[in-house]
């Protein structure tokens, strides 16, 4: 089971419409265009048409799949007093003294440019549940970190 945001389904719900209503009808267009061009056997539109048919039926079934096992959080059901799914934290990196400050969502909402961590990143995975002001150690497979004085803001934007 995965949790995500309300716009992060909405996004996911658009995107598998988008497929379904408008790419994969055009990709039957093109299929059926380039099949009508004749011997097939050395059809370079007909097998970039397959290509792109078999591409779209993937992320069409990809899609679906995650939204069969998602669930929208419940953002009145999230803890206040620790860090859990879409808390915004703060943290310093204790060898470089350097503060990050990320968004904990789910891996199909990760996006390290808008600033969002996977919950099962090593860096997500060690601060949930955690409290503000507690050290934590992140253990990654090619490296540890300390991290120290993250601040939970669980009442994140909406």
Not at 100 to 127: D, Q, R, W
């Amino acid at each position: 089971m995965e949790y995500l945001s309300k716009e992060r389904y909405d996004q996911i719900v658009a995107e598998l419409n988008h497929l379904i209503d408008v790419e994969y009808p055009r990709i039957k267009d093109d299929l059926s265009d380039a099949r009508a061009q004749g011997d097939l056997s050395e059809n370079a539109e007909y097998r970039s048409a397959r290509r792109a048919q078999a591409k779209a039926i993937s992320r069409i079934r990809f899609l679906q799949k995650v939204l069969q096992y998602s669930r929208i959080i419940d953002t009145s059901a999230l803890p206040k007093d620790q860090i859990s799914l879409l808390s915004k934290v703060e943290f310093t990196n204790m060898a470089s003294n350097a503060r990050m400050t990320y968004t904990i969502v789910s891996p199909h909402e990760m996006n390290l440019e808008e600033g969002k961590i996977s919950c099962k990143s090593p860096i997500g995975a060690a601060l949930m549940g955690r409290k503000e002001g507690e050290i934590v150690d992140v253990q990654a497979p090619s490296w540890k970190q300390t991290v120290r004085k993250f601040l939970s803001d669980s009442n994140f934007s909406k």
